[in-house]
């Protein structure tokens, strides 16, 4: 059995694989800032200041 390609196909392939490349990062840069700001106020202590 012979099967063909539907042209344009890897692009649309690449196309999905460039997407969800970018919302991954784009996910990880903002829990990665979201974590940054809970260790930064968790230090300062209750109430936002440095005890």
Known sequence: MVTRAVPGQ???????????????????????????RAVVEGQQGPGGFDP
């Open 10 to 36: 890897g692009m649309l392939s690449d196309g999905l694989h460039i997407g969800a490349a970018a919302l991954t990062i784009a996910v990880v840069w903002r829990l990665s800032g979201m974590l940054h």
